[in-house]
């Protein structure tokens, strides 16, 4: 049973950065690259907070998460895109306009109390007749909507980019823009509607975060993890497999850094706290070299 609900809990707290990180591995094989996941994941969770409480919907706060992250990421793909900015600066500008925006509307929207902020979660949802399988049924068939839903996007995205006409067009978008645009592809109408579509996977983690991990929001929830998935791209080598398999990783660290803290051991807590961000550090160690990246990443149409 301890096992069981350990990595249950792993595979929860893996979703939001498998979200985030699919999102930023489809818009990375275009060509762009989008540091901003972090600012879109926030923006998503205190979306979804904010829709949440207000209706006391789980689900209207999901979606209000989705809208969210699509207009973070119109935001940053209009300044990219259209208006020539640098992505790297664009992205990093996303992640503080997100940082101060959610702060200050969630001191004067919903933080005005003082009292620990509680919403409603996303409930779990068995599947019929396989969450009664023993061990593995209430790991992968118990959980809720988003959690069925970042799994099942893995392969879809796999296929699309490996067996589809549209991601042959993507690829060669990411990897030789300027080929794919003399054979009559839209560059940036395909790097756009990519971003949107990360975007809206990206606000989708951070909904995760407030509706099923924690049932709350605080100022800075997302901790890291958007720039997590960005390591995670790295670590799966552009691959949405490999990207699960990094995602899960970093939620199985999580998970373990909670059971040691209620360990009660004489170690202070933030040794724990540290321990899934030292292991993506070690995961970027061990993936260096960007054999696999996009040729193209980074760069402006052309």
Do not use: K
């Amino acid at each position: 049973m301890v096992l069981e609900s350990f990595l249950a809990a792993g595979l929860l707290l893996a979703t939001p950065i498998l979200l985030a990180a699919l999102g930023e591995l489809l818009v990375e094989r275009t060509g762009v690259l989008n540091i901003g996941v972090e600012g879109t994941m926030l923006a998503g969770a205190f979306a979804a907070a904010l829709a949440a409480s207000a209706s006391g919907d789980a689900g209207l706060g999901a979606l209000a998460a989705v809208g969210m992250g699509v207009a973070v990421a119109a935001l940053f793909a209009g300044a990219t895109l259209f208006l020539g900015a640098d992505q790297i600066i664009a992205g990093a500008a996303i992640n503080l306009l997100a940082l101060g925006a959610t702060g200050t509307l969630y001191r004067a929207l919903l933080g005005g109390t003082g009292a620990p902020l509680l919403l409603p979660s996303l409930p779990p949802l068995p599947v019929p007749l396989l969450a009664d399988l023993p061990f593995v049924g209430r790991i992968f068939f118990s959980q809720n909507a988003v959690v069925y839903l970042a799994i099942v996007v893995v392969p879809i995205l796999a296929a699309l980019l490996s067996r589809t006409g549209l991601g042959l067009r993507l690829r060669a978008i990411g990897d030789h823009p300027a080929a794919a645009s003399s054979l009559g592809y839209s560059v940036r109408a395909h790097r756009f509607w990519a971003t949107l579509v990360g975007g809206a996977l990206g606000g989708l983690g951070g909904a995760t975060l407030t509706l099923a991990a924690t049932n709350t929001f605080v100022e800075g929830i997302t901790a890291g993890r958007g720039f997590v998935a960005l390591a995670v791209v790295v670590f799966g080598r552009w691959s949405p497999w490999g990207a699960l398999a990094g995602a899960l990783l970093f939620g199985l660290a999580s998970a373990l850094q909670f059971q040691l803290q209620a360990a009660a051991l004489s170690i202070p807590y933030q040794a724990f706290l540290m321990l899934p961000y030292v292991l993506t550090l070690l995961v970027l160690v061990v993936s260096r070299g960007s054999a696999s990246a996009p040729r193209a990443l980074g760069t402006r149409e052309s």
